[in-house]
């Protein structure tokens, strides 16, 4: 009977491991599928680095931060947002910010598009 009882806990427990945040799946590097050359570093910090294989001087240091299209930062005051989607902001060092709608983030890929624009901006992991 404990060994039942135990069992049922354990399943119970194991069920309950929360899937990684969205936030947690964002941190890594991550490559263009568009442009090889084209990577971005997004760092658990806040930190958002932008690079280009070859270009040292194409490396812009961004900060990122992910929020609920209920609850939008000022640089997205006069974008159309859905209350139920999560979007991404990217502010540079001078204060000019990017406004993007996250459609999709995994272990594998990032799928963003660019609100300004409507492009589609896809990356896939750089393994470690």
């Known amino acids: 009977m404990k060994l039942i009882v135990a069992s049922i806990a354990l399943a119970i427990a194991s069920s309950a491991v929360a ?7 964002m941190v890594g ?5 568009d442009d090889a050359r084209a990577m971005v570093e997004i760092r658990a910090d806040g930190t958002w680095i932008d690079s280009y294989t070859g270009e040292p001087s194409a ?12 609850k939008p930062p000022k640089a997205a005051a006069g974008e159309t ?10 502010t540079d060092q001078d204060g000019g910010s990017l ?6 983030v995994d272990a594998k890929s990032l799928e963003l598009l ?15």
């Open 59 to 70: 490396t812009a240091t961004s900060h990122w931060l992910l929020f609920s299209g209920a």
């Open 81 to 90: 947002l859905d209350a139920k989607s999560t979007y991404l902001e990217v």
């Open 114 to 128: 660019y609100l300004d624009r409507g492009n589609e901006l896809t990356y896939t992991r750089v393994k470690p």
């Open 99 to 104: 406004v993007y709608a996250l459609d999709k």
């Open 19 to 25: 899937a990684p945040s969205q936030q947690a799946l």
């Open 29 to 33: 590097k991550w490559r263009s599928t």
